[in-house]
């Protein structure tokens, strides 16, 4: 017996038994039913009548395909369950076997022309024609090239003198293949001039495999069983390219009566890391049983229509979890106008949980629309179509209306919120309408395509777009925004980008980037707009083995024969900087030895999740978890423990400690009192923290955007209300004492305008004119009274200068090495240095030097993890000391420091500065002399809400992204408050409401501040100071006599007189010796150095949130939170996979680059939302573990974001609209115009972040 494919090709099939099973050992079976076969895939059982032709098509979600013929045997029509199909109109006479045209109910889809029974062209519904070609005179059947529908060739094929094909190419070359055939086998030459060698098996009369595959690199050969032992000569063993062997063994045996087929595979065989997975399949449907990995079982139970009913994962301990679903039966369907009317749908899905029920249930429409059989009105639905997803919560989303292809039209989301969908002719989506609460205020995004069905234009809600364009083989060559800037690909014949090239609008380059690459297809040199070069090369394998800067200095990275990093040496040739990893089966770090040779060690339970960390500087944390692998208790080195609670949905619900003092209590869903008419659509979302400091209540637009905070701590009510454009930015803000601050934006949606009124005031003008460069930075604007603040870049977006020219104002010019670190402080416009800045081969600040003299202002030495080990301040060089067990700095220049076992910084010279800390960890009382000077509160966000000491209080504000927005007094008036361009500090109301100018630097610190009415400089912090911010602010510089008190620093910090640290939202950092006075909360993922400040770059990299440090310059090749990423991303990549096995992921990086610290911070935050996601598609599933960080995979945090900036409408729009390139599995959807990456995995989870 054999089956013959859709396209053509045949595969053989041998009698086991009563049953036929594929030759080609993809364990496919064909059962006889009777008068009917069936055909058992991995994807659907496919039915077929007693002539061989299909006759249905049944996926496990109950899903289902009928196939209807003519009287002559022709497939006449195709119906979904649903009863939507489509019909197949046949030609005439000695074409009557062939398709004229498929149609459904009426309208055409799409319609056939022949020439001497070869297809000719299809035109489509929109009218688009593609015709095919047929050149070679040789073979009159053989199709040799395709012309799309816009009139040019795509593609063209050439075949040799039998009739092989030797050629496949897109015009001019692009993507080119060619292939030589020998009897050996065939060679491969890629567009890139690549070859590949397949070297083919004797095949002893039956069909040769691959036994061999060489290139460039190295060779992967394969063996396979002998005939006379496996008839499917399946897969005996490979062997890549180091020589690391995979074995694949066969065995058949019954379980619980069934014949099940056991395929086991042995990884890495022979070494210490050698990996066993085993899968075993009913031999008679095909369906997998169960897979284990090592110590870890994943079982699947089915019903008698082989669809899973229960999923069960059980740990080497014995544990379980379970996810349970129940179908549509019988019964369900015999209820009259019940939601279950279709045999199999999918009915539930009875999450993990055994505390609490955490079921999703799935309604369909009963019958079909009226107008459907009658044809007198709209078709809305169909029986069987989804109508209502009801989570766990009881919360509903239901689908309105679809369209004759099944497609829905309109929707209603939890909170009643009605989105309406349409769609172009030929089914790509077109348009979305998320409705507002009049016509007038409706969100349209708007979707043109080129006839390809290449995305050619997006609209979004406020007018602003993007236009796409391809080159002739389809590939996206430029992007142009709605000022006109472009961004231009030059692409090589493989697709890679060679160039990046940004112009503006009058086609000035603005930004340029450059590519080489190998004849793999690996990067192998990347070079800024200078030309100064960071080289790559690889293993035999393809990992990333030597990274070389424009110095020559290389960073050795070995992978163990898993391909997981095991071994990165920074600086070969210098600091060697060694960092090991080791894992376990499952790829989770086991043992991460730093420079210093200090180990962090993780130990983990069966299902993933981190049972104990072990770090140098936090001591022993330990874990347990819930039935769905929610962290239930968290016990840190102090002893002690937290414990979590969650709701139906996996959401954490409350974080309790032994002082319950410091409680927190998540409140969702529920509209609070405080939320005007409009602002009630809090549904699935966060309505109000309570904790240590007071309360917190958020109230939500129609669009999901926060348009009021009411903070309330102490009992001062502290109100912020947002309102946005209808594109989701911001329009404007009102401040707690009733000051708006508007923004006023271009056609772009950028902000060129920012307007201040006080409350009963007329409107103040706080700068304008603002100008940014083409998909960039900002290049500066116009302050109210005509200060003009120039922000220069260079073409990789450097910073060149940033000038006011005005008396007291920022003006700062800088310069930079090969490498991209800055080496020079000069004046703006002169390239003469002030100030040297000299860096070590790991791109840590080593020196400030006078710019005439060379002599050393401020000095400073670093180990190999990056623990400061002296610095020069002021002529005099201090010691710093540590244990050698940790990396807690004891003491500096003899003056000791003190910690706690969690690692918290507890005193600083004896009884001269106490710290303590609450339960949380975090500070809350500073005393000094033994006297308490100040204590702090924190809200459940993380942030420090309230300084009190006595009576006397001061509140803070932050805004949603984060940003320090007012400090407020003891009676809730306003202190000072802060104004922002995005993430830049432009204005201050301070002095009873006084508008003030701030002039940022690079990074985002406020360097001068400027009395807007006198025009003069009343705050200055000098960024030729010491380098990592111990250089107070002159506080005075017009010489009034009355100081300015400012408190802001670097990024996300604000200097605390009491503590003598800036308070730096989750950490304190201590300026004086750049480091953090705590361990970083999410460990290793933050650089091996945890209490490092920004990679000891502080110049060049900023952490607002004190976590991670970002570089707002582009990045030198390798920093030490990349080693740790490309430690955690494939642990990632393996924990999703439970979720998704299909998943893959490439780094956002250039082909052939390795993991960076942004990959990892999106794969968790894909997984967090894998473990919380509630929608039709994807019900709840199983929370599998932590990260081995010790972060939970369930977000504990609401506001632990990849970037809290990006409007949730922004999100959306581009992960539906954006073209998307395919990483491994996922979808890339860079958006240039608002410098957003969505990153969509394959079943629609997305994660988001600034940039590329």
């Known amino acids: 017996m054999g089956l013959i494919e859709g396209n053509g090709y045949a595969v053989p099939f041998r009698k086991i038994g009563e049953n036929y099973e594929a030759t080609n050992g993809s364990g496919e079976r064909i059962t006889a039913d009777g008068n009917t076969w069936k055909l058992h895939r991995d994807d659907a059982i496919y039915t077929f009548d007693a002539k061989g032709r299909l006759f249905s098509r049944m996926t496990d979600d109950g899903a289902g395909l009928l196939y209807a013929y003519d009287s002559d045997g022709r497939l006449s029509k195709i119906t979904s369950l649903q009863g939507r199909s489509v019909d197949l109109r046949y030609a005439d006479g000695a074409n009557k076997d062939l398709i004229a045209s498929v149609s459904s109910v009426g309208v055409l889809l799409s319609a056939y022309t022949y020439d001497q029974g070869?297809?000719?062209?299809?035109?489509?519904?929109?009218?688009?024609?593609?015709?095919?070609?047929?050149?070679?005179?040789?073979?009159?059947?053989?199709?040799?090239?395709?012309?799309?529908?816009?009139?040019?060739?795509?593609?063209?094929?050439?075949?040799?003198?039998?009739?092989?094909?030797?050629?496949?190419?897109?015009?001019?070359?692009?993507?080119?293949?060619?292939?030589?055939?020998?009897?050996?086998?065939?060679?491969?030459?890629?567009?890139?001039?690549?070859?590949?060698?397949?070297?083919?098996?004797?095949?002893?009369?039956?069909?040769?495999?691959?036994?061999?595959?060489?290139?460039?690199?190295?060779?992967?050969?394969?063996?396979?069983?002998?005939?006379?032992?496996?008839?499917?000569?399946?897969?005996?063993?490979?062997?890549?390219?180091?020589?690391?062997?995979?074995?694949?063994?066969?065995?058949?045996?019954?379980?619980?009566?069934?014949?099940?087929?056991?395929?086991?595979?042995?990884?890495?065989?022979?070494?210490?890391?050698?990996?066993?997975?085993?899968?075993?399949?009913?031999?008679?449907?095909?369906?997998?049983?169960?897979?284990?990995?090592?110590?870890?079982?994943?079982t699947y139970t089915r019903n008698a229509r082989l669809q899973p009913v229960l999923l069960t994962i059980t740990s080497q301990e014995g544990q379980k979890r379970e996810l349970a679903y129940t179908y549509c039966e019988a019964s369900d369907i015999a209820t009259s106008g019940g939601g279950c009317p279709i045999l199999g749908y999918l009915k539930s899905i009875d999450g993990p949980r055994t505390d609490i029920d955490d079921r999703t249930t799935y309604n369909y429409y009963p019958i079909d629309a009226a107008g459907c059989e009658t044809g007198t009105g709209a078709c809305l639905y169909r029986k069987g179509d989804l109508k209502q997803t009801i989570n766990a919560r009881g919360q509903i989303r239901e689908n309105l209306s679809y369209d004759a292809a099944g497609r829905v039209l309109s929707a209603v989301d939890e909170n009643g919120v009605l989105t309406d969908y349409s769609y172009h002719p030929r089914g790509w989506l077109a348009s979305t309408t998320v409705h507002g609460a009049t016509s007038g205020q409706n969100r349209v995004t708007t979707l043109e395509y080129w006839p390809t069905g290449l995305v050619k234009r997006i609209t979004q809600p406020d007018g602003s777009y993007a236009t796409f364009v391809y080159d002739q083989a389809q590939r996206l060559t430029d992007v142009t925004d709605t000022l006109g800037n472009t961004l231009h690909y030059v692409l090589d014949d493989a697709g890679n980008r060679l160039e990046e090239q940004t112009k503006d609008a009058q086609g000035t380059l603005k930004r340029s980037l450059s590519r080489i690459y190998n004849q793999l297809g690996q990067l192998k040199t990347q070079a800024d707009a200078a030309a100064n070069p960071t080289d790559y090369a690889y293993d035999a394998n393809g990992n990333l083995r030597l990274i070389t800067d424009a110095f020559g200095r290389s960073t050795l990275q070995e992978h163990d024969p898993l391909g997981r990093l095991a071994r990165t040496l920074q600086d070969v040739d210098g600091i060697k900087a060694e960092t090991n990893v080791?894992?376990?089966?499952?790829?989770?770090?086991?043992?991460?030895?730093?420079?210093?040779?200090?180990?962090?060690?993780?130990?983990?339970?069966?299902?993933?999740?981190?049972?104990?960390?072990?770090?140098?500087?936090?001591?022993?944390?330990?874990?347990?978890?819930?039935?769905?692998?929610?962290?239930?208790?968290?016990?840190?080195?102090?002893?002690?423990?937290?414990?979590?609670?969650?709701?139906?949905?996996?959401?954490?619900?409350?974080?309790?400690?032994?002082?319950?003092?410091?409680?927190?209590?998540?409140?969702?869903?529920l509209t609070q009192s405080v939320c005007a008419s409009g602002e009630t659509f809090t549904i699935g979302r966060l309505a109000k923290l309570q904790d240590g400091s007071g309360t917190t209540q958020y109230c939500y637009n129609r669009f999901g955007e926060v348009v009021r905070k009411v903070q309330t701590v102490n009992g001062k009510v502290l109100v912020l209300r947002y309102d946005y454009t209808s594109g989701g930015r911001l329009r404007s803000m009102v401040y707690p004492d009733g000051t708006t601050v508007d923004y006023v934006r271009n056609a772009q949606g950028q902000t060129t305008e920012v307007g201040v009124t006080a409350q009963g005031g007329s409107r103040q003008r706080l700068l304008s004119g603002a100008t940014y460069y083409p998909f960039g930075p900002s290049a500066g604007?116009?302050?109210?009274?005509?200060?003009?603040?120039?922000?220069?870049?260079?073409?990789?977006?450097?910073?060149?200068?940033?000038?006011?020219?005005?008396?007291?104002?920022?003006?700062?010019?800088?310069?930079?090495?090969?490498?991209?670190?800055?080496?020079?402080?000069?004046?703006?416009?002169?390239?003469?240095?002030?100030?040297?800045?000299?860096?070590?081969?790991?791109?840590?600040?080593?020196?400030?030097?006078d710019g005439s003299t060379g002599a050393v202002i401020d000095g400073y030495s670093y180990d190999g993890t990056g623990n400061r080990m002296s610095a020069k301040v002021g002529g005099a060089t201090q010691v710093y000391t540590y244990p050698t067990t940790n990396h807690r700095l004891s003491a500096v220049a003899g003056v000791a420091r003190t910690y706690d076992k969690m690692g918290n910084t507890l005193t600083?010279?004896?009884?001269?500065?106490?710290?303590?800390?609450?339960?949380?960890?975090?500070?809350?009382?500073?005393?000094?002399?033994?006297?308490?000077?100040?204590?702090?509160?924190?809200?459940?966000?993380?942030?420090?809400?309230?300084?009190?000491?006595?009576?006397?209080?001061?509140?803070?504000?932050?805004?949603?992204?984060?940003?320090?927005?007012?400090?407020?007094?003891?009676?809730?008036?306003?202190?000072?408050?802060?104004?922002?361009?995005?993430?830049?500090?432009?204005?201050?109301?301070?002095?009873?409401?006084?508008?003030?100018?701030?002039?940022?630097?690079?990074?985002?610190?406020?360097?001068?501040?400027?009395?807007?009415?006198?025009?003069?400089?009343?705050?200055?912090?000098?960024?030729?100071?010491?380098?990592?911010?111990?250089?107070?602010?002159?506080?005075?510089?017009?010489?009034?006599?009355?100081a300015m008190v400012f408190d802001m620093r670097f990024p996300g910090q604000r200097f605390d007189t009491a503590s003598g640290f800036n308070q730096n939202y989750f950490r304190d950092y201590d300026a004086a010796t750049g480091r953090y006075g705590q361990s970083d909360p999410i460990g290793l993922s933050g650089g091996i150095a945890t209490y490092e400040y920004s990679s000891s770059s502080p110049i060049l990299v900023s952490d607002s949130q004190g976590l991670q440090g970002r570089r707002a310059i582009p990045a030198r090749p390798m920093t030490t939170q990349e080693i740790f990423a490309r430690v955690e991303v494939p642990y990632l990549v393996r924990q999703i996979q439970n979720y998704e096995p299909t998943f893959r992921y490439q780094t956002v990086g250039p082909v052939g680059y390795r993991y960076n610290n942004q990959d990892a911070s999106f794969l968790r935050d894909i997984l967090r939302q894998h473990e919380q996601r509630q929608s039709q598609q994807c019900p709840e599933r199983i929370n599998y573990g932590s990260t081995p960080s010790g972060i939970p995979l369930s977000r504990h945090y609401s506001t632990e974001r990849v970037d809290r900036n990006i409007p949730i409408s922004l999100v959306d729009y581009i992960a539906n609209n954006v073209p998307g390139r395919p990483e491994r599995g996922a979808m890339n959807h860079y958006d240039p115009i608002n410098d957003v990456t969505v990153i969509m995995g394959r079943n629609g989870v997305i994660t988001s972040h600034r940039g590329e």
Do not use: C
């Open 118 to 298: 070869r297809l000719k062209s299809v035109t489509f519904a929109d009218g688009g024609m593609r015709v095919y070609h047929y050149e070679d005179l040789r073979f009159s059947r053989h199709l040799t090239g395709i012309t799309n529908e816009n009139g040019q060739r795509f593609s063209t094929y050439a075949y040799d003198d039998v009739g092989r094909a030797v050629s496949s190419q897109h015009i001019g070359g692009a993507d080119g293949v060619a292939l030589a055939y020998s009897s050996a086998g065939t060679i491969v030459t890629d567009a890139l001039g690549g070859k590949s060698t397949y070297a083919m098996t004797n095949a002893g009369g039956q069909a040769p495999k691959i036994s061999a595959i060489t290139n460039g690199a190295g060779t992967v050969s394969y063996t396979y069983y002998d005939q006379s032992v496996d008839y499917r000569r399946r897969l005996s063993t490979m062997t890549d390219r180091r020589g690391i062997q995979t074995k694949h063994t066969y065995s058949e045996t019954t379980e619980n009566g069934v014949n099940v087929s056991v395929h086991t595979v042995q990884e890495a065989l022979g070494h210490p890391q050698q990996r066993t997975i085993t899968t075993a399949t009913a031999t008679g449907s095909n369906k997998v049983l169960s897979i284990q990995l090592d110590g870890r079982k994943t």
């Open 582 to 669: 080791g894992y376990d089966t499952q790829d989770r770090p086991l043992q991460v030895k730093d420079p210093k040779r200090l180990d962090t060690r993780y130990t983990y339970n069966g299902f993933g999740d981190t049972l104990k960390l072990t770090s140098p500087d936090t001591g022993v944390t330990s874990y347990t978890y819930d039935s769905a692998g929610n962290r239930a208790t968290q016990t840190d080195a102090r002893g002690i423990t937290s414990t979590y609670g969650y709701d139906a949905l996996n959401r954490v619900l409350s974080i309790s400690y032994p002082t319950t003092a410091f409680n927190v209590s998540y409140t969702y869903d």
């Open 781 to 849: 604007w116009t302050y109210g009274n005509g200060r003009l603040l120039a922000r220069m870049y260079d073409q990789d977006y450097r910073p060149q200068s940033i000038q006011d020219s005005r008396t007291g104002g920022l003006e700062i010019g800088f310069g930079f090495d090969p490498v991209g670190d800055l080496t020079d402080l000069t004046p703006a416009g002169n390239p003469t240095p002030e100030l040297q800045l000299t860096y070590d081969a790991l791109g840590r600040l080593t020196a400030l030097k």
């Open 908 to 1042: 600083i010279g004896g009884k001269a500065r106490e710290y303590l800390y609450d339960t949380t960890g975090r500070m809350t009382q500073v005393k000094r002399a033994g006297v308490a000077v100040m204590n702090y509160r924190y809200n459940g966000r993380g942030e420090q809400v309230r300084r009190y000491l006595g009576t006397t209080n001061t509140y803070t504000l932050y805004d949603e992204a984060g940003h320090w927005l007012g400090d407020y007094d003891t009676n809730g008036a306003p202190k000072q408050q802060a104004i922002w361009l995005d993430d830049l500090p432009v204005g201050l109301l301070a002095n009873g409401g006084q508008l003030h100018y701030i002039e940022p630097d690079h990074l985002g610190s406020p360097r001068v501040v400027v009395d807007a009415a006198r025009d003069v400089a009343v705050w200055n912090w000098s960024l030729k100071g010491e380098a990592f911010g111990n250089t107070a602010p002159n506080q005075d510089p017009d010489g009034d006599g009355t």
